[in-house]
Protein backbone atom coordinates (compact mmCIF):
# COMPACT_ATOMS: atom_id res chain seq x y z
CA UNK A 1 0.00 0.00 0.00
CA UNK A 2 0.75 3.33 -0.85
CA UNK A 3 -0.36 6.59 0.60
CA UNK A 4 -0.08 9.72 -1.36
CA UNK A 5 -0.74 13.51 0.37
CA UNK A 6 -0.80 16.22 -2.10
CA UNK A 7 -0.68 20.27 -1.09
CA UNK A 8 0.05 23.53 -2.31
CA UNK A 9 -2.30 24.44 -4.20
CA UNK A 10 -4.12 27.65 -4.05
CA UNK A 11 -5.55 30.62 -5.88
CA UNK A 12 -2.48 32.73 -7.79
CA UNK A 13 -3.19 35.40 -10.44
CA UNK A 14 -2.00 34.85 -14.10
CA UNK A 15 1.50 34.88 -14.90
CA UNK A 16 2.19 33.41 -11.15
CA UNK A 17 4.03 30.57 -9.88
CA UNK A 18 2.79 27.41 -7.34
CA UNK A 19 4.89 24.89 -6.06
CA UNK A 20 2.49 21.16 -5.30
CA UNK A 21 3.86 18.85 -3.24
CA UNK A 22 3.09 15.20 -3.07
CA UNK A 23 4.11 13.25 0.11
CA UNK A 24 4.41 9.14 -0.31
CA UNK A 25 4.25 6.56 2.38
CA UNK A 26 3.96 3.23 2.94
CA UNK A 27 5.21 0.76 0.55
CA UNK A 28 7.83 3.57 -1.11
CA UNK A 29 10.08 1.36 -1.71
CA UNK A 30 8.18 -0.04 -5.17
CA UNK A 31 6.61 3.07 -6.27
CA UNK A 32 8.46 3.30 -9.86
CA UNK A 33 7.12 6.61 -11.87
CA UNK A 34 5.24 9.35 -10.67
CA UNK A 35 3.17 11.63 -12.26
CA UNK A 36 0.79 15.06 -12.12
CA UNK A 37 -2.49 15.25 -13.62
CA UNK A 38 -5.46 17.65 -13.85
CA UNK A 39 -8.87 17.78 -13.89
CA UNK A 40 -10.63 20.47 -14.71
CA UNK A 41 -14.08 21.08 -14.04
CA UNK A 42 -16.42 18.74 -17.59
CA UNK A 43 -13.00 17.54 -18.71
CA UNK A 44 -11.22 14.35 -18.36
CA UNK A 45 -8.14 13.75 -16.47
CA UNK A 46 -5.44 14.72 -18.54
CA UNK A 47 -1.38 13.71 -17.83
CA UNK A 48 0.73 16.82 -16.76
CA UNK A 49 4.33 15.36 -16.32
CA UNK A 50 5.95 12.50 -15.08
CA UNK A 51 8.83 11.23 -13.51
CA UNK A 52 10.67 7.73 -13.56
CA UNK A 53 12.71 6.12 -10.18
CA UNK A 54 15.57 7.38 -12.75
CA UNK A 55 14.59 10.89 -12.87
CA UNK A 56 13.46 10.81 -16.41
CA UNK A 57 10.96 13.57 -16.94
CA UNK A 58 7.99 14.07 -19.31
CA UNK A 59 5.44 16.87 -19.67
CA UNK A 60 2.27 17.74 -21.29
CA UNK A 61 2.76 19.92 -24.37
CA UNK A 62 0.56 22.66 -23.01
CA UNK A 63 3.13 22.96 -20.01
CA UNK A 64 6.34 22.24 -21.53
CA UNK A 65 8.76 25.36 -20.72
CA UNK A 66 6.69 26.66 -17.72
CA UNK A 67 6.24 23.09 -15.19
CA UNK A 68 9.12 21.20 -13.31
CA UNK A 69 8.42 18.46 -12.21
CA UNK A 70 11.09 16.48 -9.65
CA UNK A 71 11.63 14.23 -6.71
CA UNK A 72 13.52 13.56 -3.75
CA UNK A 73 13.67 10.01 -2.59
CA UNK A 74 15.32 11.00 0.40
CA UNK A 75 11.88 13.00 1.22
CA UNK A 76 9.87 10.63 -0.60
CA UNK A 77 8.29 13.32 -1.86
CA UNK A 78 7.62 15.03 -6.01
CA UNK A 79 7.07 18.43 -6.86
CA UNK A 80 5.36 20.15 -9.75
CA UNK A 81 7.25 23.63 -9.97
CA UNK A 82 4.35 25.65 -12.06
CA UNK A 83 5.46 29.49 -13.33
CA UNK A 84 3.86 31.30 -15.72
CA UNK A 85 0.51 30.41 -14.54
CA UNK A 86 -2.52 31.10 -17.12
CA UNK A 87 -6.25 30.68 -16.59
CA UNK A 88 -6.57 27.45 -18.55
CA UNK A 89 -3.86 25.72 -15.74
CA UNK A 90 -7.21 25.92 -13.33
CA UNK A 91 -8.07 22.95 -12.40
CA UNK A 92 -7.83 19.95 -9.39
CA UNK A 93 -4.37 18.58 -9.50
CA UNK A 94 -3.48 14.88 -8.73
CA UNK A 95 -0.38 13.16 -7.82
CA UNK A 96 -0.19 9.68 -9.03
CA UNK A 97 2.30 6.54 -8.26
CA UNK A 98 2.78 3.40 -9.70
CA UNK A 99 3.76 0.72 -7.75
CA UNK A 100 5.60 -2.88 -7.57
CA UNK A 101 6.05 -5.32 -10.99
CA UNK A 102 2.44 -4.79 -11.55
CA UNK A 103 2.43 -0.91 -12.01
CA UNK A 104 0.01 -0.36 -9.34
CA UNK A 105 -1.97 2.69 -9.99
CA UNK A 106 -2.04 4.85 -6.58
CA UNK A 107 -3.67 8.64 -6.17
CA UNK A 108 -3.70 11.10 -3.75
CA UNK A 109 -7.43 13.26 -2.86
CA UNK A 110 -5.86 16.43 -5.12
CA UNK A 111 -5.23 19.49 -4.82
CA UNK A 112 -7.11 22.72 -6.26
CA UNK A 113 -5.15 25.21 -8.45
CA UNK A 114 -6.81 28.58 -9.19
CA UNK A 115 -5.09 31.02 -12.04
CA UNK A 116 -7.18 34.20 -12.07
CA UNK A 117 -7.03 36.13 -15.20
Known amino acids: QVQLVESGGGLVQAGGSLRLSCAAS????????MAWYRQAPGNQRELVAT???????NYANSVKGRFTISRDNAKNTVYLQMNSLKPEDTAVYYC???????????WGQGTQVTVSS
Open 96 to 106: NALVGINQYSY
Open 26 to 33: GSIFRINT
Open 51 to 57: ITSGGGT
